[in-house]
């Protein structure tokens, strides 16, 4: 992979031309030093003609969803021989504590903080997930992991054994561990009860709205996070659409449709979007480029952008409401 770093909308942006065989399907994720709000770097890769959207996002352990949101106008089956796709692994961390693992479900990515020592500096690996249909959400909350299983059976819930009879495909009981098992080969179960964190037989579907309520992962990731992560770690479980971040002294705004039964909480998008910048900036002046500050909730792209430095004017002295009245409320999922 041919490599070189540029600026953009003050990010700095890892530039990549994948080439035959020179990326890792399946590989797994990163871990990034924590310097700021603001972790990782945009790739901006190549595709093979034989590539779908897929294909690349799982290389690239990203989720189907975001590299969407991320690359709109290109075909998620067809890109095309050597068609630029960006791989949105840049991120503004979630406002949450920086400890355990963290998920925010409509960014669909699960963030594990490991523990340091001493003036070790502070380090996150990211992943990304699947998360609940509308009629089966994924539950927000603090919880704890409470056990570990490798090779999971399968109990499958009275409620989804109904659903799939239904459908023509009645389920077992049981469901052993195998290929079959939509558990994958490692489950990690949740305080929650009937939820947990797992792999999957069906690796396409990851970065989508497809289970019943748990937490889904590729199969090198779960493993990762198996083998990693200790009985009694935190969990969080965050809804957040909207992140705000400082890093470098400038601030970032990264934007995520939110989940459709959610409609009601985030109808203000812009009065929103204000009250979290001023959150994050309490006590300090800044300065704001409104029309980026539009852009980025306009696009939602899942990519921060630069929307404000430190130093200038209060966020909180602008006016609202003829500007959020320009912006829609269309969302992909």
Not at 53 to 79: C, F, H, K, T, V
Request: proline share 7%; net charge negative; charged share 20%.
């Amino acid at each position: 992979m041919r490599i070189q770093l540029i600026d953009h909308l003050g990010v700095k942006v890892l530039i990549g031309v994948a080439l035959a065989g020179a990326i890792n399907v399946g590989s797994v994720a990163r871990t990034f030093n924590i310097d700021g709000d603001l972790v990782g770097e945009v790739v901006l890769a190549s595709s093979l003609k034989a590539d779908t959207l897929s294909d690349l996002a799982r290389a690239y352990d990203q989720g189907y969803l975001e590299m969407r949101l991320a690359n709109p106008q290109i075909d998620p089956w067809l890109p095309g021989e050597e068609t630029e796709i960006i791989v949105p692994s840049l991120y503004v961390l979630p406002d949450a504590p920086h400890h355990g693992i963290v998920v925010n479900v409509p960014e669909m990515r699960l963030y594990f903080f490991p523990q340091v020592q001493g003036s070790e500096r502070r380090k996150v690996v990211t992943y990304p997930i699947s998360i609940g249909r509308q009629q089966w959400t994924t539950p927000h909350g603090v919880t704890t992991i409470v056990a570990k299983v490798k090779d999971p059976n399968w109990y499958p819930p009275e409620s989804i054994r109904e659903e799939h009879a239904a459908q023509g495909d009645p389920l077992p009981k049981i469901v052993l561990a195998g290929p079959d098992n939509p558990l994958g080969a490692f489950a990690i179960r949740l305080g929650l009860p009937g939820y947990l964190i797992h792999g999957t037989n069906r690796p396409y579907g990851i970065g989508m709205r497809v289970t019943h309520g748990c937490i889904r992962m590729y199969p090198k990731d779960i493993e990762q996070v198996f083998r990693t992560v200790a009985i009694g770690t935190a969990v969080q479980i965050v809804n957040q659409p909207y992140k705000v971040g400082v890093a470098h002294n400038k601030i970032y705004l990264e934007v995520h449709p939110h989940l459709v039964e959610d409609d009601d909480i985030f109808r203000d998008q812009f009065s929103h979007v204000v009250e979290l910048l001023v959150a994050k900036t309490v006590g300090r002046e800044v300065q704001l480029n409104w029309g980026d500050l539009q852009n980025a909730i306009l696009e939602k792209s899942g990519i921060p952008r630069a929307v404000g430095v430190l130093g200038g004017v209060n966020v909180s002295s602008r006016g609202l409401t003829q500007i959020d009245e320009k912006l829609p409320t269309e969302r992909l999922y």
